[in-house]
Structure formats: structure tokens, C-alpha cells
């Protein structure tokens, strides 16, 4: 019985932790769900690929990032269904990472995008982790807000 309980315990406590269910997260609480999480919105654009996105804050410049560029970005994603289960925002530290060592929706979106500006992505999930992911990642349509803050 106290294995049970113990083991019940356990997943609640990794459940919360995965999925940010109104989690405190690096000592700040998670970041609201847009609006429109749900589905993209009628203003938004899709690609060949089906992913959506919105320009929601323009940046400067022309130069884009290419499909093996370093990116710094700050960034906060939230499955459909409103949960957030990532954030650089909250952790209060920008991310940089090369774009082909992302999922497919990132490298692809994020080099529609020039340095300082903010963009909501829509990413199907065979453009993400897919609908049945390793344990531990975001199954489904995934939404992110991105903030292109420089190339490398």
C-alpha cells in the first residue's frame, strides 16, 4: 500500500512538472496561455508545411537566420489545450541553440523571423514531437511565442 501511495505521489508531482498545470516554474508562476492557443486565428499565415504563424512584434533589419544558424531567442511554449510545459521567459535566461538540433516547426519558422522580432507559431505535430512522443514531451499541436533576439 505505501508503495502505491508513494508511486501515486510521485507521477502527480511529475505530472505537474511536465505539463506546467499552474506550476511555479524558476520561481515565477507560468505564463498564461494566449487567447488563441487553441487554433490558429484567421490573420495567421500558414506555409507549405501547415505551420501557422502571427508577426505579434516587428523586428529590425532583413537578415534572417538560415537553416543551421545559431539562434538566441527567448521563447514560451503552451500545448492546445492551454497547459504551459516550457518557458526561457520564466527561467529569466535566453536560449541559443543551432536550428537543426530543433524540431522541424522551429527550424523552419524561426528563419522566417529577423532579429527583435516576436512571432506566435501554430506547429502541427508531425512538425513537433508528434502525437506520441518520447516521455516526457508535449504531444499534439504545440504553440510558442518566439522572440528572435540575435544571430550567431
Known sequence: ?????????????LMLLIFGAAVVRGG???IPAPDDVAA????A????????HKEL??????AHPG?????????????T??????????RGEPATFPLNRVISGWTEGV?????????RFWIPADLAYGNNPRPGAPQGMLVFDIELLAIQ
Open 57 to 62: 512584434e516587428a523586428g529590425q533589419g532583413s
Open 1 to 13: 500500500m505505501l508503495i502505491t501511495q508513494c508511486s501515486s505521489s510521485v507521477l502527480i508531482v
Open 67 to 79: 537553416p543551421t544558424s545559431d539562434v538566441t531567442v527567448h521563447y514560451t511554449g503552451w500545448t
Open 81 to 90: 489545450d492551454g497547459q504551459m510545459f516550457d518557458s526561457s521567459v520564466t
Open 40 to 43: 490558429p486565428p484567421s490573420d
Open 45 to 52: 499565415q500558414a506555409t507549405a508545411s501547415g505551420l501557422t
Open 28 to 30: 515565477q508562476q507560468a
Open 111 to 119: 528563419q522566417l523571423m529577423v532579429v527583435g522580432e516576436k512571432r
